[in-house]
């Protein structure tokens, strides 16, 4: 800011000369231009103004600032595993607890590294019985990721998965990112109802990506988890290249190399 003032004599801030008196600041009709004073810094820890903080405590702050908050959120109905899953990912362990069922909803975040870059996933585990449906649709606007599970086990919970879809489509945003997860693939032949060729037939129709997981053994879960986080950070680079990566197409990839044998040699 510029402050016009009629005076004909410089002085500086840095006079402290105990003879100055009014009488040097002398009127004139000569109009000086003087530059408005730059508000006081903030004084550092040390009290000197060249105060610089040791690298190890810059390293925190600049490690938070390549985190990438995602907000992740595991639908499906009661029953499916979506808290066992999110146990699995975050822990590495199977709880073999007795779960009772998740009432309204809960989160945790997880700083998973992808290309030397740290992405942060605050994942969601919603309740799936119908009395929370509502509770559940007002988390749904400002989601960036959802996984939609059902029980392989369990052909009310896939035949279901019609209705989640449709509640996603009305709430969510358009660009989404959604997978389908087919959940206890662990299960016997004896017990299975859903097979994998079904799973994969539904989320074509849908344009999703697809896999089988087991909370239990792990089978997938951390390749859903990486694969929802890789995808978010190539969004997040706004990198305007769609063939640098496809989440669907990674999915498959990844899918069928950790189902083939490892060569012979």
Same mark, same amino acid.
């Given at each position: 800011?510029?402050?016009?003032?009629?005076?004909?004599?410089?002085?500086?801030?840095?006079?402290?000369?105990?003879?100055?008196?009014?009488?040097?600041?002398?009127?004139?009709?000569?109009?000086?231009?003087?530059?408005?004073?730059?508000?006081?810094?903030?004084?550092?820890?040390?009290?000197?103004?060249?105060?610089?903080?040791?690298?190890?405590?810059?390293?925190?702050?600049?490690?938070?600032?390549?985190?990438?908050?995602?907000?992740?959120?595991?639908?499906?109905?009661? +029953?499916? $595993?979506? &808290?066992?899953?999110? #146990?699995?990912? %975050?822990?590495? =362990?199977f709880q073999t607890?007795?779960?009772?069922?998740?009432? +309204?909803? $809960?989160? &945790?975040?997880?700083? #998973?590294?992808? %290309?030397?870059? =740290?992405?942060?996933?605050?994942?969601?585990?919603?309740?799936?019985?119908?009395?929370?449906?509502?509770?559940?649709?007002?988390?749904?606007?400002?989601?960036?990721?959802?996984?939609?599970?059902?029980?392989?086990?369990?052909?009310?919970?896939?035949?279901?998965?019609?209705?989640?879809?449709?509640?996603?489509?009305?709430?969510?945003?358009?660009?989404?990112?959604?997978m389908l997860l087919?959940?206890?693939?662990?299960?016997?032949?004896?017990?299975?109802?859903?097979?994998?060729?079904?799973?994969?037939?539904?989320?074509?129709?849908?344009?999703?990506?697809?896999?089988?997981?087991?909370?239990?053994?792990?089978?997938?879960?951390?390749?859903?988890?990486m694969a929802i986080?890789?995808?978010?950070?190539?969004?997040?680079?706004?990198?305007?290249?769609?063939?640098?990566?496809?989440?669907?197409?990674?999915?498959?990839?990844?899918?069928?190399?950790?189902?083939?044998?490892?060569?012979?040699?």
């Open positions: 800011m510029l402050v016009k003032v009629p005076t004909s004599t410089s002085f500086s801030v840095m006079a402290t000369d105990d003879s100055m008196s009014d009488d040097v600041f002398e009127s004139s009709d000569e109009v000086a231009t003087l530059q408005a004073p730059e508000p006081p810094r903030q004084p550092s820890p040390t009290g000197y103004r060249d105060y610089k903080p040791p690298a190890e405590l810059l390293r925190p702050l600049q490690e938070s600032e390549l985190e990438i908050a995602h907000k992740t959120i595991l639908l499906g109905d009661s +029953g499916v $595993g979506k &808290t066992s899953l999110l #146990v699995q990912f %975050d822990t590495g =362990k607890a007795t779960f009772s069922a998740t009432v +309204g909803i $809960g989160f &945790t975040n997880k700083v #998973v590294s992808v %290309d030397e870059s =740290k992405v942060k996933l605050q994942i969601w585990d919603t309740a799936g019985q119908e009395r929370f449906r509502s509770v559940t649709h007002a988390y749904y606007r400002d989601a960036h990721a959802l996984l939609l599970l059902y029980d392989v086990s369990n052909k009310t919970s896939f035949d279901n998965i019609r209705a989640w879809l449709g509640e996603i489509k009305e709430y969510a945003q358009d660009d989404v990112v959604i087919g959940n206890k693939a662990d299960c016997g032949s004896s017990e299975r109802l859903i097979r994998r060729e079904d799973g994969e037939r539904l989320a074509k129709e849908y344009n999703v990506a697809f896999m089988e997981t087991s909370a239990k053994t792990g089978l997938n879960v951390e390749l859903a988890f986080a890789r995808e978010l950070k190539v969004r997040k680079c706004g990198n305007p290249d769609d063939s640098v990566f496809n989440v669907q197409e990674y999915v498959r990839e990844q899918t069928h190399r950790s189902s083939c044998p490892p060569c012979n040699t």
